[in-house]
């Protein structure tokens, strides 16, 4: 069995930073594909960041570009969510999701993944 639990969420201002973890409970989480997810009220959930197995391999959205990165600490059994110059429009609930390895580095899409984290509240104030 795969647990996820995120931490690190919180309340910011703009233009703050907040680094978010995510711990993944089983013995060879280093074979499981990590993704980033966020849900904001009234919207669905969309693709935040991924990262493939070894941690070489990484996708961030457009909108997230620039300013997070995704990264992992395989040692440490972590996925971490650095998250910097915070906007307004970054508040949402973050999710982090995790799935054995594929075909693919890393995935995107929510339907790619079997295992879900609780999730964080990240909000920040204008």
């Known amino acids: 069995q795969v647990r996820l639990v995120e931490y690190g969420g919180g309340l910011v201002q703009a233009g703050d930073s907040l680094r978010l973890s995510c711990e993944v409970s089983?013995?060879?989480?280093?074979?499981?594909?990590v993704g980033w997810f966020r849900q904001a009220p009234g919207k669905e959930r969309e693709f935040v960041a991924a990262i493939s197995v070894g941690g070489t391999r990484r996708s961030h959205a457009d909108s997230v570009k620039g300013r997070f990165t995704i990264s992992r600490d395989n040692a440490k059994n972590t996925v971490y969510l650095q998250m910097s110059s915070l906007k307004p429009e970054d508040t949402a609930v973050y999710y982090c999701?995790?799935?054995?390895?594929?075909?693919?580095?890393?995935?995107?899409?929510?339907?790619?993944?079997?295992?879900w984290g609780q999730g964080t509240q990240v909000t920040v104030s204008s």
């Open positions: 999701a995790a799935r054995n390895t594929g075909t693919g580095p890393y995935y995107i899409r929510e339907t790619d993944y079997g295992y």
């Open positions: 089983v013995s060879t989480s280093s074979m499981y594909a």
